[in-house]
């Protein structure tokens, strides 16, 4: 993603989570998405200093704007817009509540099957440091935390990542959260495991090896990939959903709104397959029945340090969240 901008006049503080309306575009407040409180202590703590260096920085660059570069790795940005714009009601289709509710029958099935991918995830020897990508409202991060050394999470979406981390201070648990593109460089040291739920579908077919190879990245030699993701089931979306058509899916908001977005539905033999043709070992691909796939692989020590990694990244935020 480019410098952080002012998407709305309100946020909540990304360190204490307050809520705070900015007065102008020149409110550094808005570009550091941060209090005036928290703003104000930042000679004492790294990350609020990063935050004020970031904003300083992005203040500067949009007041002398440079001509946009064209790439072709980042996330579509009207993904990106849409999961901002969905944060508040994003938990709705896992608790299967308005929208989202298909009938006593249906949504029973569905809830036993969300559990046995909690309990599938559970399952996997996931320990030391464990990145999350495309980590959004945090759903599966409490478990995740509860089981890593170090918690990662990124996600190029502020606003569900603003979620995640209340999400994660309700279980009195820590992480480090990234706002942060999918496919940006690796940064940090190297992983245990990598971590993905419902990512894949918004990757397009023709760059399925493409990500696998960031995946492969981030990992240390013998480090686990872990995929959650979607089985194509009409009663897995909102009621008023149109039916997905050529990998491309209309999604309508509470208020109305729609956006057209890349989802993908794969099977697990093509997720199987892709894995062992990106070089990951120990492939496990299975489903949960009607609703959800799930995918483990190693990484193999041959495939482990092709490419290089980032040491840091200007597009990251990192914060911790706790009790």
Not at 72 to 77: E, K, L, M, N, Q
């Amino acid at each position: 993603m480019g410098q952080p901008a002012i998407r709305s006049p309100s946020f909540s503080c990304l360190w204490c989570g307050r809520s705070w309306t900015v007065r102008g575009p020149d409110d550094l407040e808005g570009w550091a998405r941060l209090c005036p409180d928290c703003l104000g202590k930042a000679g004492d703590n790294e990350f609020l200093r990063f935050r004020l260096r970031a904003a300083l920085e992005a203040r500067g660059a949009a007041a002398n704007p440079s001509p946009p570069t064209v790439t072709s790795g980042p996330t579509d940005p009207d993904l990106i817009a849409y999961y901002d714009a969905r944060a508040p009601e994003y938990d709705d289709w896992y608790l299967r509540r308005g929208r989202y509710e298909h009938g006593p029958i249906h949504d029973t099935a569905w809830n036993a099957e969300l559990d046995a991918a909690g309990r599938w995830l559970d399952s996997l020897p996931l320990r030391g440091r464990v990145v999350e990508l495309a980590a959004g409202t945090g759903w599966w991060s409490p478990l995740l935390a509860s089981k890593a050394s170090e918690l990662s999470m990124y996600d190029a979406a502020e606003a569900p990542l603003s979620r995640a981390r209340e999400r994660l201070v309700a279980h009195g648990l820590r992480a480090h959260l990234h706002v942060r593109d999918a496919w940006a460089p690796p940064e940090g040291d190297p992983a245990d495991a990598l971590f993905a739920g419902f990512w894949l579908s918004h990757v397009e077919r023709a760059r399925t090896a493409d990500f696998l190879q960031v995946a492969g990245r981030w990992l240390a030699p013998g480090g686990r990939i872990v995929l959650i993701d979607s089985l194509p089931d009409p009663r897995s979306g909102a009621v008023d959903h149109p039916a997905p058509s050529a990998d491309r899916s209309v999604r309508r908001l509470a208020d109305g709104r729609e956006f057209t977005i890349t989802k993908v539905y794969r099977t697990p033999d093509e997720i199987a397959a892709a894995m062992n043709a990106a070089g990951f070992g120990d492939v496990a691909v299975t489903t949960t029945g009607r609703f959800f796939v799930l995918a483990t692989a190693i990484l193999a020590e041959r495939q482990a340090g092709r490419h290089s990694r980032a040491t840091s990244s200007p597009n990251s935020l990192r914060g911790t969240g706790t009790a």
